[in-house]
């Protein structure tokens, strides 16, 4: 189940917001400062921030920042009574999924709400996939390191072993260990795994 935060300093407004987001079974946290959400936040839920604008001290997009600064990925929807043309183009390049302006529909709200937890899974999938990658490849010896890039490269063993300095059989056992270890089958299958952690060739 995705939990949705909803900020507001508007006690009446975060209500209702609770209450409606609350009826699609989503689990709600709601807070009426960014403060207070900062104290409460939990990186580790899967969900989304719903954030007004304009709060006294921190204000939404600058709340957006903070998170962002501090390695938390956490798709944000703002909410806002004055949506004027720079914030909202503010907030988009800072990756904000949608910018609702007040009084929102209830159906509107919802829409974007989906859209923000179903990104925010697919971005939660690529993240432990490349964690799982990591993990793989820091089982890897030097030389499996080193080998690794020409194999992807489509190198024969033989002509690795030339530019490694060693004999064509020690690469041979080299690359079946790192494939191993590696959890592929074929040098396709290896190449779409470098291609996902950045490895060039």
Not at 74 to 88: E, K, L, M, N, W
Not at 136 to 141: E, G, N, S, Y
Not at 142 to 166: F, M, S, W, Y
């Amino acid at each position: 189940m995705a939990t949705i935060f909803i900020v507001d300093d508007d006690p009446g407004v975060l209500r209702a917001l609770a209450r409606l987001v609350g009826t699609r079974g989503y689990d709600v946290r709601p807070s009426s400062s960014p403060q207070e959400f900062l104290a409460a936040h939990d990186p580790s839920l899967p969900g989304c921030a719903v954030l007004d604008v304009s709060m006294p001290g921190l204000d939404g997009l600058e709340l957006q920042q903070t998170l962002a600064a501090s390695g938390v990925h956490r798709p944000v929807i703002f909410i806002t009574g004055q949506g004027d043309i720079p914030t909202t183009v503010r907030a988009m390049k800072a990756g904000a999924v949608d910018f609702l302006t007040k009084p929102v529909g209830d159906d509107i709200l919802l829409d974007a709400i989906a859209r923000a937890v179903e990104q925010d899974g697919k971005a939660r999938r690529r993240r432990d996939e490349l964690a799982a990658i990591q993990a793989r490849l820091a089982t890897l010896t030097p030389r499996e390191r080193e080998v690794l890039p020409h194999v992807v490269a489509g190198r024969l063993n033989k002509q690795i072993a030339g530019d490694l300095g060693t004999v064509e059989k020690t690469i041979k056992v080299h690359r079946g260990r790192m494939m191993e270890k590696l959890g592929v089958r074929t040098v396709a299958d290896l190449v779409r795994m470098a291609e996902k952690v950045g490895i060039s060739v």
